[in-house]
């Protein structure tokens, strides 16, 4: 047992799991079940006000005051809707994949350290249900595994567009988990950990959203192609898709895609804070209070900077059209990937370097080569996305220029300027007698249709 002081003041390790009481752990689960539940709730009503905002309108508040009961309304009418299952789908895949989504994305937060050591009833215990020495790969794998869910959806409902949006999404998150994995190698090496809990403690002097910059630029990226959030909501684009891969769904099975996706976006906004943003320790200049990283307190600072990066997720959705593909795929493969890679290299080359400098002259340096990295990343985010300089405008053709309407195989009509060739035979030309006995035959034909 150690003593009180020692417990607020230390930082959870491996060693303080594992020793909680069987009712601990229960309570622990139910009440990041429940955390994760109102997360989503007061998202969606957030999200919606935000854009309404935004957009110069209204948004819900109808429902309680000012609107804040309008998700939880939605929750209900969902839940009362009729479940319609179309005929034909695989039955049993199409009821699990909602499960196969919502139960990974819920599992993903039980390593996610939300506080230090508390007394809860006079037990000592980390505001943290458990942690493992690879605490950050368990998350990724999780991640990894919810994405089955919409993929079976796709295939299941026995539709042409679910199952392009589930194609869609396999390939999404095998671009940007590759990107995501390898944004994550960089803190592993500055840390010597991929455990939450001893990657937070390591950040005590240095945040490592400070030291490494462009991993932090590449894994904010990543999360929202993860999550399938606007602009990379490809996998469920209303305009090629109708819906995407939930097109087939309705009441609770369609609510379960949508807490899943909510849910996710908690769990990788909650890996964020825990990677780059030091976790539940106070930012400056609440720090310098003494009892700011002890207690509960730590509690609140990790909930407003997860909701932090909530918010940026819902700008971007308000800010950002959909990218096309094509695009999204490019900044997957030609952008991020590599650029994790060499940043990867560059930041194993230094900590080499730098192994007899003090501390902070490799955090100063750490801080240089990230600023480079990142600004040349921005540039090639730019050049993917938006594209260089536009390709110059043909010459306008001249007034009376002739041209061929079959020439790609389909009839196109002329563009201002452009005129028929009249080489084109018309229909009534066609129909005209080329020759001396049909012509003869003309009269004879004409008084039998007249008969």
């Known amino acids: 047992m150690i003593d009180s002081t020692q417990a607020q003041t230390a930082f959870p390790d491996l060693s303080s799991f594992g020793h909680d009481a069987w009712w601990l752990v229960l309570a622990k689960s139910i009440l990041i ?3 994760l539940v109102l997360t989503v709730l007061v998202g969606i009503l957030a999200e919606r006000k935000i854009m309404a905002r935004m957009q110069y309108r209204i948004g819900p508040n109808r429902v309680g005051w000012h609107g804040a009961l309008q998700s939880l309304a939605d929750g209900v009418k969902l839940a009362l809707k009729e479940g319609i299952t179309p005929f034909g789908v695989d039955k049993v895949l199409y009821f699990l994949a909602p499960v196969i989504s ?3 994305a819920v599992m993903a937060f039980a390593v996610i350290p939300m506080g230090p050591e508390v ?3 006079g037990h000592w215990t ?3 249900l458990t942690d493992l020495p690879v605490g950050v790969l368990y998350v990724l794998a999780l991640a990894s595994i919810g994405v089955y869910g919409i993929v079976l959806a796709g295939w299941s409902s026995g539709s042409t567009y679910p199952l392009l949006g589930g194609l869609r999404s396999t390939a999404q998150v095998i671009s940007y988990e590759i990107a995501m994995g390898l944004s994550f190698a960089a803190v592993f090496l500055l840390s010597t950990t991929m455990s939450t809990s001893e990657t937070v403690a390591a950040q005590v002097h240095h945040w490592y959203i400070l030291l490494l910059l462009p991993s932090f630029v590449i894994y904010a990226i990543s999360m929202v ?14 305009g090629e898709l109708v819906g995407g891969f939930h097109t087939e769904y309705s009441s609770l099975k369609f609510a379960m895609f949508m807490l899943a996706e909510y849910i996710n976006m908690a769990t990788v906004s909650a890996l964020a804070t825990t990677l780059f943003l030091g976790g539940w320790q106070a930012p400056w200049p609440l720090s310098i209070w003494d009892g700011a990283n002890s207690g509960w307190w730590p509690l609140l600072w990790f909930t407003a900077k997860m909701w932090a990066f909530l918010f940026v997720f819902i700008w971007l959705r308000t800010t950002l059209p959909r990218l096309r593909y094509d695009q999204f795929m490019g900044l997957g493969w030609k952008v991020l990937i590599p650029f994790a890679l060499v940043w990867v290299m560059v930041v194993a080359v230094i900590r080499q370097a730098t192994r007899g400098a003090s501390d902070w002259t490799s955090s100063l340096v750490l801080a240089a080569a990230g600023l480079v990295v990142t600004a040349v990343l921005l540039v090639a985010i730019k050049r993917v996305t938006v594209g260089g300089a536009p390709a110059p405008k043909p010459d306008p053709p001249a007034p009376g220029t002739p041209f061929d309407p079959m020439a790609g195989g389909f009839p196109v009509p002329p563009l201002p300027g452009q005129v028929l ?3 084109v035979p018309s229909i009534d030309a066609a129909a005209t007698p080329t020759s001396a006995e049909e012509s003869a035959d003309l009269p004879a034909a004409e008084e039998a249709r007249h008969v």
């Open 102 to 104: 919502v139960v990974p």
């Open 225 to 238: 192609g993860e999550t399938n959030r606007a602009p990379f909501d490809l996998p469920e684009a209303e």
């Open 126 to 128: 980390p505001l943290q």
């Open 119 to 121: 007394s809860v009833f």
């Open 33 to 35: 079940f429940v955390f």
């Open 421 to 423: 060739p009249t080489s």
